[in-house]
DNA sequence: CCGCAATGGACTCGTGCTGATCCCTTGACG
DNA sequence: CGTCAAGGGATCAGCACGAGTCCATTGCGG
């Protein structure tokens, strides 16, 4: 490193905090079809897709993902062989998300790591999706928005423990798209991806569904009832929990 | 299209609202060259590499963005012939950014656009950034964290016109860094970047900047003093103030 | 004055990905 | 029962890009 020892000279200018790690990332993910495998997957698990729902045929599909036909069947295949999808010829044909997913498929990396980001995707969540149900809370939602939240919110009460993960990420979702922000959408929806392969590491049990359900029920409220500080205390004390959870379980 | 007379089957399961447009949202951004010069520039206009100051060497950042070292030549390249940078070869040579960037570069595409996605710019900043202060408001900061945040707050203040949006920006982004989560930091950067370009479209006037200056040592101010909810509404007030000019500007 | 170290600059090769084109399968409809 | 539309599946040429390698330039230290 620069560490130890920088040599002597030319008045280094940056300190160098965490700003130009920020704009000196990535420019891509990596592998293409890896990431588009990321998406498919970030698909099923946010419930954007439902189990038993058609995935948009490859032809239209592909060219909104940036990606070739040959990519995204190459991802699809994989997806398929690992039991998540099903694809069907002819028309009226298409690829179709299997109502059961895999019991064991938990192809997740190493388990039981320590995941060092884990108070950065907190706060990082904290932040988008209080925000967002403050946002939604303050607008004026049209009628279809109302319904939407609370169809949601109604599939997700009460649901087993086998749905909850995923109806809970679509109502999640639905807070961040009523707020009227496609790139908030989109950012709640990542972190939200990123929250779920940690929960994955952690037991769901019945009492957190109850206690969440009365929470998501509370912040549904306040944002039609037009209580934007109601909004926000309510989600963020929701996410409290599961913060709470995670750092006892992942230490 | 699939518009008119959607045959007739098959149960269409989602209405599809903004969740899969987040979701099945392209996976590159395009052109690797593009986006790396994409990133240079962010890098420029946010201050994370202060004019007179030099980028990390090639063989050093090239890895870090995940390009080739031919591409991000290439990239380096096109910002020399635009006139930003400048290359000494060499021991202790570099990249430098020049001091002062070429004065007619407007080199954005065309003006005078109507900016369809400028509320969800601004509402999405809003969640961000109020966000971030109150993050940083709630932490306890080291001693380098506060002498950051001061240290910018002071370059800020009273600077001229020419500056003004560079140094604002990096004291900005520097509020999102010391809220402790690099993911929050990158998103700032992020949507700073958008809210710049939409800023060169209009005129800065002393007073904004007047203004604006108070605006930011009240929120410093409620940062250091460890007021999270002082921090939150003053960086709303402030940005209700850029965002009122920009959507008088830009109809 | 010489050599080394650190930087930008140029070249080549391998390949993952795109874009295009074709084929195969299925169901509806006349 | 034939045809057509809408979907998945396959193949191939071309190229953009990454990885590796070497050259060119500069300044410092001995």
Known sequence: MK?????????????????????????????????????????????????????????????????????????VATLQSAGYLESRRGRYGGTFVVAAPPAGARPGPARSRPPADLEDVLQFRLVLEAGAAEAAAARSLTRADREHLTGLLAGCTGAGPADYRR?????????????????????????????????DAIPLLPPNIEHSDRQHAAVVTAILAGDPEGARSGMAEHLAGTAALLRGFLT
Chains 1, 2 share one sequence.
């Open 3 to 75: 560490s130890s020892a920088a040599p002597p000279p030319a008045g280094d200018e940056l300190p160098v905090r965490g700003a130009d790690q920020a704009v000196f990332r990535p420019i891509r993910g990596g592998n293409a079809f890896e990431e588009t495998v990321e998406r498919l997957l970030q698909a099923l698990r946010l419930g954007v897709v439902a189990p038993g729902g058609r995935l948009p045929p490859g032809r239209e599909l592909a060219p909104r993902l940036g990606v070739s036909r040959a990519t995204l069947r190459e991802a």
């Open 167 to 199: 109806l809970d990420s679509r109502l999640h979702l639905a807070v961040a798209e009523v707020a009227g922000s496609p790139s908030l959408t989109t950012a709640v929806a990542d972190v939200r991806t990123r929250v779920n392969e940690l929960l």
